[in-house]
């Protein structure tokens, strides 16, 4: 059978990079299921002025919505927990299953002007980041230019960048530095870069997150207000 070289078949692959596991898995939803969460992102974006962080836009906000697309919703969420316990067994730590999700984001790279993009860029401007109180990190690429633009990752003096193929997620370590390799706004403004992010949190600091979240953490368990 002649392998047709256009159609990627990739599913999962881990390594380690300065001692800590890193997880990728490839070609997970549908078409019409990334038009969905892409269209419930941009109603929920239009929704808010305060969404800036720097040149993107972020919102989560989306655990607190009515959602219209909840099949594809519990469909994702279905997949991250897949992932998670892939990751689990691959890196051999069955600890990591019992994770639960503390926080889910939506970030978008869209419409920016050039100078708020180059500010970003500066090594003192912030944009390098950890999250030291979450366990783990889950990035899905649900849109994106090219796979160039992915997430950059900083560990004891050293750095990688790891592509950020559409369609794709990415699990690291939540206390290691990261940062957005975003598209230029020339490119952004045909084809731009949208993720979700979801953190993890062992069980016994739940509760902390769910008091700050005004109780909602879980988007795939937990009720919304506006359901009521």
Same mark, same amino acid.
């Given at each position: 059978? #002649? ?6 078949n990739?599913? #999962? ?41 720097r040149?993107?836009?972020? #919102? ?24 998670l ?17 503390a ?126």
């Amino acid at each position: 059978m #002649t392998h047709d070289p256009w159609v990627d078949n990739r599913t #999962t692959t881990h390594w380690s990079f300065c001692g800590n596991e890193l997880y990728r898995a490839y070609n997970l939803l549908s078409d019409y299921d990334r038009e969905n969460l892409l269209w419930e992102i941009d109603d929920e974006l239009k929704q808010h002025d305060d969404k800036w962080d720097r040149c993107t836009e972020v #919102t989560n906000y989306l655990v607190r919505r009515k959602l219209v697309h909840m099949q594809t919703w519990r469909l994702f969420f279905k997949l991250v927990k897949k992932h998670l316990y892939n990751y689990a067994n691959q890196i051999g730590d069955p600890e990591i299953r019992k994770l639960k999700v503390a926080s889910c984001w939506a970030k978008r790279m869209k419409g920016v002007t050039q100078k708020l993009y180059d500010r970003q860029l500066y090594i003192n401007y912030g944009n390098t980041h950890k999250h030291e109180h979450f366990d783990l990190g889950m990035i899905y690429y649900l849109k994106n230019p090219s796979r160039i633009y992915g997430t950059l990752i900083e560990n004891d003096d050293r750095e990688i960048i790891i592509p950020g193929d559409e369609n794709s997620l990415l699990i690291h370590q939540s206390n290691v530095n990261h940062q957005p390799v975003n598209p230029e706004p020339m490119v952004a403004k045909d084809y731009y870069r949208c993720v979700l992010v979801v953190d993890f949190v062992a069980p016994y600091k739940l509760e902390y997150y769910r008091s700050v979240n005004n109780g909602y953490c879980l988007l795939y368990t937990s009720p919304s207000p506006r359901d009521s």
